[in-house]
């Protein structure tokens, strides 16, 4: 049960075209109030709180989960930096370890998790820490399981060594434990200076770090606008962590994303709250750069074997991807038809309400609109062999026009991204941007027009090398399948 003071905020991207409707949401869904629901809402909207009673408890919850409203737990009580364990892994790293400990505050302890270095940490090396030394590198997983199951607070915070809080970083996060139902909250992680990183990587990652998901607070589940976060930097209630037997340490790569889904189905909450940060220094070199998506490529396979098509590279409605589809194969009057179609009977599905009926009508045509970047998204990261043999074994017909659509999916969302400047950072890769909250970074890139799009096919493409390596090595198709 939320606590008393505990509020709530209406996500700014919600409709609502009557007074007993909300539109919204990731899934965008429409939530129909009863005259005493829209009163809490209203309620809750000029500041006031949830409230103990059942019915207002339930309609918080569905408002949370939904990521139709946000929390704000106000003075409720919550867990303070005496209950908080930070956990810091790592291999080969003595100068990012000085640099995490340095920035992390007073907090009731740190257990430093040694994974196989070549040249082990010492106990000097990591003052005023308890320091488990592993002889052989068992990977992120396993030494993050030994860090949490030494700790005796009621938190455990994950955080890499080289990773850097922000001042004030954990008393963001720490408000989000007064809802019982939360097992973690994660922060925004940020691209941080390396010294090493060339100008051009790091320019880069400022603005397209797969760890850094964007400035706009989520539900942390499969669907959400923020449908995983690392492990980088992540707050864990440590009876969650019990609960699930922590990390599986079978995953070297997309072990955090595995913990966060488990955790959902279990009834847990996650948070990602953008306003506390840390800072993380992108990678030294292009090889290691492109090995790391490479990497997190491969791990779409492992994942999907244990949680299906949620990891699947795009989610669309069939209506929209057939629209798209006929497009690229040369019918723009027949995909102008579907999408208009479509848009017509979900506006009818609506009912009598005109109000409500225009407003998914226009969500529709909306998302049909959307759903071509996520779906030329997936070309990039995940279908760009078949597509290639599609095209190729086309009529010469079809030729004529699935060529074109294959290049314009290969460069025309880097090139549009560049030249609006709108590089959105909370991007899960296969989502669109929202259209109804500013971009993350207003103005181009501090890149030019053809090293953004080049650089932007080579993450794409590097991960994708790592997806198809994935399915190949588990013999499934599971992580290329698309979730309609």
């Known amino acids: 049960m939320l606590p008393a003071g505990f509020g709530l905020e209406l996500d700014p991207a919600v409709r609502r075209p009557r007074h007993e409707v909300l539109v919204g949401g990731a899934p965008i869904r429409v939530l129909r109030l009863s ?9 809750w909207a000029e500041g006031g709180p949830v409230g103990r009673g059942p019915g207002a408890q339930a309609l918080a919850g569905r408002l949370l989960d939904g990521g139709l409203a946000h929390p704000r737990p106000g003075a409720a009580a919550h867990p303070g930096p005496h209950d908080v364990t930070v ?61 949490w199951r030494m700790a005796a607070t009621e938190i455990v915070l994950f955080l890499d060594a080289d990773c850097a809080p922000a001042p004030g970083c954990l008393a963001t996060l720490l408000p989000h434990f007064a809802d019982p139902q939360l097992a973690a ?15 051009w990587l790091a320019a880069y990652e400022k603005l397209r770090s797969p760890l850094d998901l964007g400035l706009h607070e989520a539900p942390v589940r499969p669907g959400s606008a923020v449908p995983y976060v690392p492990t980088a930097a992540l707050a864990l209630r440590r009876e969650a962590l019990e609960q699930t037997g922590g990390f599986d340490e079978a995953l070297r790569f997309g072990e955090d994303v595995d913990l966060v889904w488990r955790l959902g189905k279990r009834g847990w909450r996650v948070r990602y709250d953008p306003s506390a940060s840390v800072t993380h220094p992108a990678r030294p070199s292009a090889s290691r750069w492109l090995a790391q998506r490479y990497q997190y490529g491969r791990a779409a396979a492992p994942l999907a074997a244990r949680h299906g098509r949620d990891v699947a590279p795009v989610a669309s409605n069939p ?14 009057a027949a995909a102008a038809a579907v999408t208009v179609g479509t848009s017509a009977v979900l506006a009818r599905r609506a009912g009598s309400d005109l109000v409500t009926a225009r407003t998914l009508a226009g969500l529709a045509l909306t998302g049909d609109v959307r759903a071509g970047p996520a779906l030329a998204e997936a070309v990039r990261r995940a279908w760009l062999p078949p597509a290639l043999i599609l095209a190729a074994t086309s009529s010469r017909k079809g030729r004529s026009s699935a060529w ?17 400047g709108r590089v959105d950072a909370s991007l899960p890769r296969g989502r669109p941007p929202s259209g109804d909250l500013p971009g993350d970074h207003p103005g181009p890139p501090d890149l030019g027009l053809v090293t953004w799009v080049a650089l932007r096919l080579a993450d794409d493409l590097a991960y994708q090398a790592g997806v198809w390596s994935g399915a190949l090595t588990a013999r499934s198709a599971g992580a290329l399948l698309p979730r309609f």
């Open 35 to 43: 005259a005493a629901g829209a009163a809490m809402v209203d309620s």
């Open 87 to 147: 956990v810091v892994p790592v291999r080969d790293d003595q100068s990012g370890l000085s640099a995490t400990l340095a920035a992390v505050g007073k907090v009731g302890a740190v257990v430093v998790v040694d994974d196989g270095s070549v040249r082990p940490i010492t106990a000097d090396q990591a003052p005023g820490a308890t320091l488990i030394g592993r002889r052989t590198a068992g990977g992120p997983a396993a030494a993050r399981n030994a860090g």
């Open 185 to 199: 909250v994660a922060p925004r992680v940020q691209a941080g200076a390396g010294g090493a990183t060339p100008a």
């Open 319 to 332: 209506w929209s991807a057939a629209a798209w589809g006929l497009a690229a194969a040369g019918h723009p």
């Open 404 to 420: 074109p659509a294959l290049v314009a999916a290969l460069t025309v969302p880097a090139a549009a991204e560049w030249m609006t």
